[in-house]
Structures are given as C-alpha cells and as structure tokens.
C-alpha cells in the first residue's frame, strides 16, 4: 500500500474559515476586483477595475518613454537599475495577467466544473478538512506578494523616470507620489494570476485524492455502479486538467521569466547596496527570498498534482480488485481503463520548451547565478 501524500498539513484554520463552502472564495473576490474573469460594466467593482488599469497602463507607457531620455551617467546606478526594473518587471507582471484574461472562459470553465463538483459534495470529509486550508494557504500566499509588492515600492520609490525627467516640480511630486502606487497595482495584477492558478491546482489535487479513494471504495465493495461513475468522473477530471494544463503554458514560462528577472536583479542592487551602505538592503534581501519562495512553489505544486493523478492507479492496486476480476469483463475493462489514464502524465509545461516542475525551477535558478556573475562582470569594468 501506498504512502498517501498530504501537502496541505494541518493548520490551525481560523473559525470564520471552517463555515467556508467554496474553496474558491477568496479568489473569486480577489477577481472581482483586479481579476480577469469576471467583468459587468454595470458593477462598481469592474469600473474600478478599468480605471485602475487604465492608470497603470497610462503610468507605464509614460515611465518607457521617459526613460529613453535619461542619461545614465547623470543618476546613481541603483537608481537607474531601478527605473528598467520596473519596465521589465511591470511588462512581466502584466503580460501574465493578460494572457490568462484572453483564455478567461476556458479558465471560468474549469473553475465552475471544480465549484459544482465541491457543491454536490459540501460534506465529503475530504473536501471539508482541506477547503479551508486552500483558502488559508490563498490568503497567506496573497499576503506575502502583496508585502513584497509594498516593499518593492519603497525600496524603488526614488527611481521614478518620470520624476527624472521632468523639469516642473510639480510634475515630478506626482511622479514621485503615484510611482508606489504604480508598482502595487502592477503587483497586484501578478499576484491575482498566481493565487488563480495556485488555488486551482491545489483543487485539482484534492478532487483527484478523493476520486482515488471511490475508486478504491468501489474496488473493495465490487459496486459495479459506482465504479462506472468514478471512470466517468476520472475522464472528465482528466479533460478538465488538460484544459487547465494547455491554457497555462505561456503564463508558466512568462512566470519563469519574471522571477529569473526579479531574482538576478535583486541579486545585483543587494551587492551595490552592500559597497554603497544603502539600508534598503534589507528590503532587498525580503524580495530576493520571497521570490524563490514563489518560483519553488510553482514547481512543487505542478508535481504535487502530477503525484495525485498518478496515484490513483496506486489506490486501485491496493484496494481487493484482484479477488474477483476474473468474474467479471465489465470490471476488467473499467480497470484496464483507469490504470492506462492514471499513468498518464498530465506534464504542465512552460511554453511546450519546459517540463514545470522543481527541477527546472532549481535550473532556472542556477541560471540566475550565471545572469549575476555576468551582469557584476560588467559592472565592475
């Protein structure tokens, strides 16, 4: 018999969260207000919406062109490092968020299957002892971004473009004033994405741990009924996963790219503020854990749910299929069936060039290392 896999241990959950039925709760109020699958213009919270992206959008653009005018000899290096950080780290952040909205009803396929499946079972002990631990582990993850986002605008809070170029005082005081609001806006369309796709995934694994013991439940007490139900839900899950899977690939290696970027840079200003004394030191510091925090977590909940999947063949082979199979044809064909998909990899992919997974996570990490040495190189001369 197996070893039953639980990554999500036991925490202490809030009581609020315990009277919880939908594990998909706080992401759907995180969508409603920065999200990219629901919109109603004649809801407050999608005009909100729209403004706030309208401003950032406005900001950015602004931040580009302002930045081709700027000589780098004329600002400290940190402080120009700083203005294509946020460039590079706002197209990052905002290219994740955009192409999950452009694939938002395939995404809002997905969600309402796994809502209804948690609706029909409210009370299956499962899905109540881990529903509100996703919810927890949401809030904890989301809480974390967004005070790396807050430490990421005052640590870059003097490195405004628009500030350094404009000649008008007070064009640069607005500058200087919505540049933090800036960088958490552009935070928080990184952060919506992630805690979408991270709550899904932690879904999936739960349902595919529940159907692995209907499956072995079915098995031991030979219902043929039953059995010919958990294959049917197995298939669908298996489609619904796949949709899942295809639809993430290009958020998946845009999310490698921003945190090969955001943990090379930071890697970099930790140094100059080291020989410079600079106390933002230690924000930096913040940011650079918190971003291989996210990076392993990606590649540790994509094989989580590739264990779950497969270990439904492992349930079935430890339930009492082989007292009686030779019995029935009915049994052999809808056991030769979920053994074949359940070895099945499901295989989450970075753009079809990577395998997501904690091994390239580690390698994208060595890869920042290389970055670094390169980019210190050239400062140095």
Not at 184 to 195: D, E, F, K
Request: charged residues 20%; contains cysteine.
């Amino acid at each position: 018999m197996s070893a039953r896999t639980d990554f999500l241990q036991n925490p202490r959950t809030i009581p609020i969260l315990r009277n919880l039925r939908d594990p998909f709760a706080f992401q759907k109020l995180l969508d409603r207000c920065i999200g990219f699958i629901h919109w109603d213009t004649k809801s407050a919270f999608t005009r909100a919406k729209l403004l706030l992206l309208a401003f950032t959008g406005t900001y950015y653009t602004l931040s580009c062109l302002c930045l081709a005018r700027i000589n780098p000899a004329e600002v400290p290096l940190d402080h120009f490092f700083g203005m294509w950080f946020l460039v590079g780290g706002g197209c990052s952040c905002f290219s994740q968020w955009y192409v999950l909205a452009i694939e938002r009803r395939h995404l809002a396929k997905v969600i309402e299957f796994l809502t209804n499946l948690q609706r029909r079972g409210v009370d299956h002990p499962t899905r109540a002892r881990y529903r509100p631990r996703i919810v927890l582990y949401s809030i904890v993850h989301w809480t974390t971004n967004v005070s790396q986002t807050v430490v990421w605008s005052a640590t870059l809070i003097f490195t405004s473009s628009i500030a350094h170029a404009a000649s008008s005082w007070f064009v640069k005081v607005l500058a200087y004033v919505f540049f933090p609001v800036e960088i958490v806006l552009i935070g928080l369309t990184a952060n919506v994405s992630q805690i979408n796709t991270f709550t899904t995934l932690l879904v999936f694994a739960v349902e595919f741990e529940i159907l692995g013991e209907d499956f072995r439940r079915a098995f031991d007490e030979w219902k043929l009924d039953d059995l010919k139900s958990c294959v049917r839900r197995h298939q669908r899950l298996l489609e619904m996963v796949m949709l899942f899977r295809d639809k993430l690939k290009m958020y998946l290696l845009l999310s490698l790219q921003i945190y090969f970027f955001s943990i090379t840079f930071c890697c970099v200003m930790l140094v100059i503020q080291l020989k410079t004394g600079d106390n933002q030191m230690v924000y930096t510091m913040i940011n650079l854990t918190t971003a291989l925090f996210c990076l392993l977590l990606f590649g540790l909940l994509c094989d989580f749910l590739e264990l779950k999947v497969t270990e439904i063949s492992d349930q079935v082979f430890s339930s009492g299929w082989s007292r009686s199979i030779c019995l029935d044809r009915s049994m052999k064909k809808n056991l030769l069936m979920v053994l074949m998909r359940s070895q099945k990899r499901i295989k989450f992919t970075c753009g079809d060039i990577y395998a997501m997974s904690i091994v390239t996570c580690m390698n994208v990490i060595n890869m920042c290392y290389s970055a670094f040495t390169l980019l210190m190189n050239m400062v140095q001369d």
